[in-house]
């Protein structure tokens, strides 16, 4: 018998194949399956920290942006779990991190095309289809969509440290509770920096606690209207048709209208820190020390001892910091699957060395234009600030389904612009056209 050929094969299941998975879900025509080498769903579990909150509206969960009549929609979620109202009147300024996690789980317990244990061992060429190998099998497919998340960005000097001394944020609700240390140095000044600090006061109250940041202080997500817009598909529509040294530039200066702060976690943060001063019973162990404007440049294990040499960016001069343990918020990295390196080659790559994706968010490779390679949270520099974030998940779901469909499923058209951003843009340009244009060529 000839084996089953998929329209498309999903690798990795976190938010993003899984928006994937739930649009085509209604969709009988098309014959999707996704995989996951671990047993189950998961999304962050190690940063699934208390009081931990999204920076994302609800309504931009995996599907409503596109197909708010879907049944895996936030708003079906809770009135699911019987939560709706009680959700309403809890007047959240941001949806806790657990809770949207728990969403997510919801999802991928409903959908069929999920397959977990599955662990991806290569991806080639067969003439007009993938073939997908895994430890026990092989699957085939038209088409693959590759969403299997960033490996987390350890410091150079960190990385000869071992992993109970140093370790990155994303193992946070893991250590955490366990770090005996009394002197631990946080290093970013991102959201995932302040979560752990703001972790840190409950779970280890008489530990001194030093939060390292490069920037030049705590800054607070730029999260205000016309920010925002740089959310939006018809920003990424302009965004992508920049010459590349545009792009690099635009996101480079557009950092904290993702990775800031939110202004609720400093405020918290802020009135700690001033209610400790004012508490008799902190000591000196209790302290905590803010440092902006900081870069470690190495580190150097001295017994039980970690001592950090810092440039200080403020004075320019250099400060040597003794701690016993070190949380890594240090962020996430692009890397190739090991299971797409026999097709390296084929690839086209920026400058930063990252894939270069077309307009539908498929690879631009030298194969055949039916056979196409979709990458989700790799096109930072060539789709947007956005492109990473929750924000557009259901958006670029909906591109993907309406190429591989080559028709108009989902209504893409983008409404009339608020921001002008380029000289030469259409006040309404037909994006679901684009999509049926760009899935033909």
């Keep these: 018998m000839s084996p089953e050929v998929l329209d498309l094969a999903g690798i990795g299941i976190g938010p993003f194949n899984l928006s994937l998975a739930a649009q085509l879900d209604p969709i009988p025509e098309l014959k999707a399956r996704f995989f996951d080498t671990r ?3 998961a999304w962050h579990p190690g940063m699934l920290l208390p009081g931990a909150q999204m920076q994302t509206s609800i309504l931009k969960d995996l599907v409503t942006g596109t197909n708010p009549t879907s049944p895996w929609s936030f708003l079906s979620y809770l009135v699911a779990h019987k939560r709706f109202y009680q959700f309403i009147n809890a007047e959240y300024e941001a949806v806790p991190r657990r809770e949207f996690s728990d969403y997510l789980q919801w999802v991928a317990a409903g959908l069929s095309s999920l397959r977990f244990g599955a662990s991806v061992r290569e991806v080639t060429l067969k003439g007009d289809r993938f073939a997908i190998a895994f430890d026990g099998g092989r699957a085939y497919a038209r088409n693959v969509s590759i969403a299997v998340g960033k490996k987390p960005s350890v410091p150079e000097w960190a990385e000869r440290l071992p992993n109970e001394v140093a370790f990155h944020s994303n193992e946070a609700a893991r250590h955490l509770s366990s770090v005996s ?7 970013g000044g991102g ?11 409950d779970l280890k109250p008489s530990a001194s606690i030093c939060w390292i940041s490069r920037r030049p202080n705590f800054e607070p997500i730029d999260a205000t209207p016309f920010t925002n817009e740089l959310f939006s598909p018809g920003y990424m529509e302009c965004f992508h048709g920049l010459p ?4 690099l530039s635009h996101v480079r200066r557009q950092v904290l209208a993702s990775d800031g702060i939110s202004p609720a976690t400093l405020k918290k943060l802020y009135r700690r820190i001033y209610e400790r001063k004012l508490d008799p019973s902190h000591d000196k162990s209790g302290d905590i020390s803010l440092r902006p404007h900081r870069d470690v440049f190495s580190a150097e294990r001295r017994g039980k001892e970690v001592w950090l040499t810092i440039r200080n960016g403020f004075d320019e001069t ?7 343990a070190i949380v890594l918020a240090t962020g996430y990295r692009f890397v190739l699957p090991d299971f797409f390196e026999s097709l390296r080659s084929r690839m086209s790559f920026n400058a930063l060395g990252e894939p270069v994706l ?8 030298d194969g055949p234009r039916e056979n196409r390679i979709f990458l989700m949270n790799a096109g930072r520099y060539s789709h947007g600030i956005a492109e990473p974030q929750l924000s557009l998940a259901a958006w670029r779901s909906a591109v993907i389904a309406n190429a591989l469909l080559g028709r108009r499923h989902f209504d893409l058209a983008i409404p009339d612009a608020m921001v002008q951003w380029g000289a ?11 999509a049926v244009t760009y899935a033909a060529r």
């Design 318 to 324: 250099t400060e040597v910091l003794v701690v016993d």
């Design 244 to 247: 590349e040294r545009l792009r």
């Design 424 to 434: 030469g843009e259409r006040s309404s340009p037909s994006g679901s056209e684009a």
């Design 191 to 201: 959201q995932s920096g302040a979560e752990i600090v703001d972790a840190l006061f």
């Design 358 to 365: 077309q307009h539908d968010f498929s690879l631009s490779w």
């Design 39 to 41: 047993s189950a769903f």
């Design 181 to 187: 240390p009394q002197r631990i140095a946080v290093i």
